[in-house]
């Protein structure tokens, strides 16, 4: 049986709930390599690391611990979040955060995580920046409305926001054209 790392990630920092040979350690990191090396030399042999997917910020470590063997777990935030309403917990600080997440693992023994394919990345990246650009535009294209409603409407601000419009437009058929590309060469 393995010896469970609970998680609990942020922007600057990340916690981690540690069992050991001689018990839990809770200790505070730096969300960057010199905070990963650091964690990595605590990390008894027979680990499983287990966070969240909170954002962005599993992925570099996650993928560190991966690159260096160690066994990852990465599960939904809500199935956390869940897990400790189960169990009454109300109070939320990243200690607390982190051994309800090593808690979590010892109960549920989550499957093990491991990055996706590169075309896999490249296509969410593509999706995710899609998927902004869209909300760009519909934003713009609100705001151009609103301003033609307007009887002294700045024409300079209109043309801008008609050139941003048509530039974007263009953008996100090159994004589409992209991701049909790899999901082509990469799915015939």
Same mark, same amino acid.
């Given at each position: %049986?393995?010896?469970?790392?609970?998680?609990?990630?942020?922007?600057?920092?990340?916690? *981690? $709930?540690?069992?050991?040979? +001689?018990?839990?350690?809770?200790?505070?990191?730096? /969300?960057?390599?010199?905070?990963?090396?650091?964690?990595?030399?605590?990390?008894?042999?027979?680990?499983?690391?287990?966070?969240?997917? $909170?954002?962005?910020?599993?992925?570099?470590?996650?993928?560190?611990?991966?690159? /260096?063997?160690?066994?990852?777990?990465?599960?939904?935030?809500?199935?956390?979040?869940?897990?400790?309403? %189960?169990?009454?917990?109300?109070?939320?600080?990243?200690?607390?955060?982190?051994? %309800?997440?090593?808690?979590? $693992?010892?109960?549920?023994?989550?499957?093990?995580?491991?990055?996706? *394919?590169?075309?896999?990345?490249?296509?969410?990246?593509?999706?995710?920046?899609?998927?902004?650009?869209?909300?760009?535009?519909?934003?713009? +294209?609100?705001?151009?409305?609103?301003?033609?409603?307007?009887?002294?409407?700045?024409?300079?601000?209109?043309?801008?926001?008609?050139?941003?419009?048509?530039?974007?437009?263009?953008?996100? /058929? +090159?994004?589409?054209?992209?991701?049909?590309?790899?999901?082509?060469? /990469?799915?015939?």
């Amino acid at each position: %049986m393995y010896k469970y790392t609970g998680i609990d990630l942020s922007k600057e920092t990340f916690d *981690a $709930s540690i069992t050991t040979d +001689k018990g839990v350690i809770i200790k505070k990191f730096s /969300h960057n390599e010199e905070g990963f090396v650091k964690l990595l030399k605590l990390l008894p042999t027979d680990v499983q690391v287990v966070m969240e997917a $909170s954002g962005p910020y599993y992925n570099r470590l996650a993928f560190f611990l991966y690159e /260096h063997q160690v066994r990852v777990s990465v599960v939904n935030p809500l199935v956390i979040r869940r897990f400790c309403q %189960m169990r009454l917990v109300r109070t939320k600080t990243d200690r607390k955060d982190a051994a %309800m997440i090593r808690e979590y $693992s010892i109960t549920e023994r989550p499957a093990l995580w491991q990055p996706d *394919a590169p075309m896999i990345s490249k296509l969410k990246q593509l999706n995710g920046a899609l998927d902004l650009l869209e909300k760009q535009l519909t934003a713009s +294209k609100n705001q151009l409305e609103a301003f033609k409603q307007m009887p002294d409407a700045d024409q300079t601000v209109v043309k801008w926001l008609e050139e941003n419009l048509y530039q974007n437009r263009k953008l996100l /058929h +090159k994004l589409e054209q992209e991701m049909e590309q790899v999901a082509r060469q /990469h799915y015939e």
